[in-house]
């Protein structure tokens, strides 16, 4: 990317350091990120909804071919590199069977991102962590049939369904009012029954069951398609989620109880330790790359959608490094009220961003204090990190409501 005029920056002398750069590259005239063709591809590819596999080019066995150079006259090379791209050919076809080729977010990535990005991928060789390897991200379950399936407290007085059939769930992030996920906040219970009608003989359950019935639910494409339409099947719920849709409240809410989740959240399952990997997807250095990795698909609020894919290639400080740093006043950040993050970061966003002095809530700083000291950022570093991600959001917002 050039950052001066054209006829500035172009010369043989940058043109040669460009050609010749193997890994990231500043100066002021230009800026070099070295990715591969392969990797871009990756990254702007889109899966449909229902299919959450990582959208990886190839299969792992075929990561080690590459197509030697074209040799005229033909000969063996000629035969060897056509065989090369029948193979490579086949394995894109499979894993490409679905989907199509978006580029926008790739493009943003690494062509309009802040140099604090690039700073924060170099600084953090080591101390960053791709979240996938880390955790599996699972899609929360589609009911087919909200008006049935989710009660809220007058519905289940009137319907006296027994509590063994009903289980807290959250419907909708406005739910969590902060990160670590109470019950008291919840709105709703989901109906959860495995049982077959036979063995629910005089119980309420049958009875809303049947009732259900009357509505035509059963009918309805999601639940027809089940051997029993009125059992979701037995579901586990990770001790931290994700949210399907944000907008300026950016948050993974901790869910240590195993709540269960609506499609509009993702299940995660982090194989380290739970608490240090929900304060570790919660820094503002996570925000910012979160930000940074994800697409927006317009629409009124200008909402930030994430796949299950998405998720698990966003790259997070490894959570290992706050193990030892739980101390009382950063844990108090999972148990207070989510705010938007400009008050998290102490921004005001009707100013200019960077006019002001970030002043981010005290119990963030302590937590980002950790991250920011772990990557050896400098104090301009830092303020950068809050200006950054609090323009992007702003400039995704602004962006919805001039449409």
Request: net charge positive; aromatic share 10%; charged share 30%.
């Amino acid at each position: 990317m050039f950052k001066k005029p054209f006829e500035e920056a172009i010369n043989t002398k940058n043109l040669l350091e460009i050609e010749n750069t193997k890994e990231i590259h500043k100066t002021e005239s230009y800026r070099v990120y070295p990715v591969k063709q392969e990797t871009l591809l990756e990254e702007g590819w889109e899966q449909p909804e229902e299919d959450t596999p990582h959208p990886n080019l190839l299969p792992q066995g075929a990561r080690g071919l590459s197509i030697p150079p074209p040799l005229t006259g033909g000969g063996e090379g000629e035969g060897e590199r056509k065989g090369i791209k029948r193979q490579l050919t086949s394995f894109l076809k499979e894993k490409f069977i679905t989907g199509k080729y978006e580029g926008n977010k790739w493009g943003g990535k690494y062509l309009r991102a802040p140099d604090i990005f690039f700073t924060i991928i170099e600084k953090g060789k080591g101390k960053l962590v791709r979240l996938g390897d880390i955790a599996e991200v699972r899609r929360g379950f589609t009911t087919g049939c909200n008006e049935f399936f989710y009660l809220d407290e007058t519905a289940i007085k009137e319907r006296k369904i027994e509590k063994e059939f009903l289980k807290p769930v959250i419907k909708s992030p406005r739910e969590c009012k902060s990160i670590l996920i109470k019950q008291e906040d919840l709105k709703f219970k989901i109906f959860m029954c495995h049982k077959d009608k036979k063995d629910l003989k005089g119980t309420n359950a049958l009875k809303y069951i049947e009732w259900g019935e009357k509505e035509d639910f059963h009918k309805r494409p999601t639940c027809a398609v089940r051997q029993k339409w009125w059992d979701l099947g037995t579901r586990e719920s990770g001790s931290s989620a994700w949210i399907y849709i944000v907008r300026d409240r950016m948050f993974s809410p901790y869910n240590p109880n195993n709540i269960l989740l609506d499609c509009n959240l993702f299940a995660v399952f982090p194989s380290v330790d739970k608490t240090a990997f929900a304060l570790s997807v919660n820094t503002t250095v996570s925000v910012f790359l979160w930000e940074m990795s994800s697409r927006s698909y317009g629409g009124g609020g200008g909402p930030l959608k994430s796949q299950v894919y998405e998720v698990s290639d966003f790259i997070i400080p490894k959570p290992d490094i706050l193990l030892s740093k739980n101390t009382a006043e950063i844990k108090r950040m999972l148990l207070r009220e989510v705010r938007t993050i400009f008050e998290e970061c102490g921004i005001n966003h009707a100013s200019p961003v960077r006019e002001q002095k970030p002043n981010p809530l005290p119990d963030r700083k302590s937590l980002d204090d950790i991250v920011f000291d772990i990557l050896g950022l400098t104090e301009d570093e830092r303020n950068e990190v809050y200006w950054a991600v609090c323009e992007l959001v702003k400039n995704r917002l602004d962006k919805a409501r001039s449409v």
